[in-house]
């Protein structure tokens, strides 16, 4: 059996004199647990918060985790390509083309991996319908938000190896055979 009490000010104060007047009708009634609804709500949402948190933290995960392997492809590939970068600075090559070049490879690696993660999210947030609360499994702002981080991302993960691919010097680059 609950009884629930609507009070002014502070609820937990208000406790001990709603026990007295339980008492005074039957003293012999247990009172165990008085909480507000406060309480009542937050333990309700317990489980829920608690998926969403574990969700959020290895989404968080993931994008680390994803930002630091496309920093890596990507300095292994302008490493593999110094000596074609130094001999398109030695023709003529300014630095913003260089930089272009580098960034459009590794953007649009990002993209078609983004394109097929879409696909992939639209067929899996239909077994998460449950976890998800406020939100449908289609809804236009989250996956655009969510693109548009990882997009802003993985540019700074492919800018980083692209910048420094601006910086090789040609004739290092023409001796590195």
Same mark, same amino acid.
């Given at each position: 059996?609950?009884?629930?009490?609507?009070?002014?000010?502070?609820?937990?104060?208000?406790?001990?004199?709603?026990?007295?007047?339980?008492?005074?009708?039957?003293?012999q009634?247990?009172?165990?647990?008085?909480?507000?609804?406060?309480?009542?709500?937050?333990?309700?949402?317990?489980?829920?918060?608690?998926?969403?948190?574990?969700?959020?933290?290895?989404?968080?995960?993931?994008?680390?985790?994803a930002?630091?392997?496309?920093?890596?492809? !990507?300095?292994?590939?302008?490493?593999?390509?110094t000596?074609? %970068?130094?001999?398109?600075?030695?023709?003529?090559?300014?630095?913003?083309?260089?930089?272009?070049?580098?960034?459009?490879?590794?953007?649009?690696?990002?993209?078609?991996? %983004?394109?097929?993660?879409?696909?992939?999210?639209?067929?899996?947030?239909?077994?998460?319908?449950?976890?998800?609360f406020?939100?449908?499994?289609?809804?236009?702002?989250?996956?655009? @938000?969510?693109? !548009?981080? @990882? %997009?802003?991302?993985?540019?700074?993960?492919?800018? %980083?190896?692209?910048?420094?691919?601006?910086?090789v010097?040609?004739?290092?680059?023409?001796?590195?055979?």
């Amino acid at each position: 059996m609950s009884i629930a009490a609507r009070t002014e000010g502070n609820p937990n104060a208000m406790a001990q004199s709603i026990k007295q007047e339980i008492w005074k009708v039957d003293p012999q009634l247990p009172v165990s647990r008085v909480e507000t609804m406060d309480e009542m709500t937050a333990g309700s949402f317990a489980a829920r918060r608690f998926n969403m948190s574990l969700l959020t933290l290895f989404a968080g995960l993931a994008l680390v985790l994803a930002a630091i392997g496309i920093y890596g492809v !990507m300095s292994y590939a302008v490493t593999q390509r110094t000596q074609e %970068i130094g001999i398109r600075m030695a023709l003529g090559a300014r630095t913003s083309d260089v930089l272009r070049i580098v960034l459009r490879n590794g953007m649009t690696l990002v993209l078609i991996g %983004i394109a097929l993660g879409l696909g992939g999210a639209f067929v899996l947030t239909r077994l998460m319908v449950t976890l998800l609360f406020g939100v449908t499994p289609t809804d236009a702002f989250t996956i655009g @938000l969510v693109s !548009m981080v @990882l %997009i802003v991302v993985a540019f700074i993960a492919c800018f %980083i190896p692209a910048r420094r691919a601006t910086k090789v010097d040609p004739l290092v680059a023409l001796r590195y055979e």
